[in-house]
Nanobody, 121 residues
Framework: QVQLVESGGGLMQAGGSLRLSCVAS????????LAWFRQTPGKEREFVAA????????YYGDSVKGRFTVSRDKSKNTIYLQMNNLKLEDTAVYYC??????????????WGKGTLVTVSS
């Protein structure tokens, strides 16, 4: 089982920065990719960024490339999303997801409950 708890959301003016955190409680995150998704009411959930736990390889959605940075701290079982130059369209609930890409046939994916980011003008 993997439990994910996001934090760091809040209100920020356009052009500002926020850093989100996702703490994972698990025996091990071996085989997992930790990802950030976001969702605005009326829109489908959108991929934001991801980092492989083992190797630290990162991936980004086109809408956030150059502005957001995903990272991990393996000693804290935590991933971060550094969001710079925030735009109004970044307003969303941000969710942390643990995606299993290892070798176990019964590996599962897990979601956090989300943290709200509101960007104002």
């Amino acid at each position: 089982q993997v439990q994910l708890v996001e934090s760091g959301g809040g209100l920020m003016q356009a052009g500002g920065s926020l850093r989100l955190s996702c703490v994972a409680s698990a025996r091990t995150l071996s085989g997992y990719t930790l990802a950030w998704f976001r969702q605005t009411p009326g829109k489908e959930r959108e991929f934001v960024a991801a980092v492989t736990w083992a190797g630290g390889t990162t991936y980004y959605g086109d809408s956030v490339k150059g502005r957001f940075t995903v990272s991990r701290d393996k000693s804290k079982n935590t991933i971060y999303l550094q969001m710079n130059n925030l735009k109004l369209e970044d307003t969303a609930v941000y969710y942390c997801k643990a995606e299993y890409h290892g070798l176990r046939p019964d590996g599962m994916d897990y979601w956090g409950k989300g943290t709200l980011v509101t960007v104002s003008s």
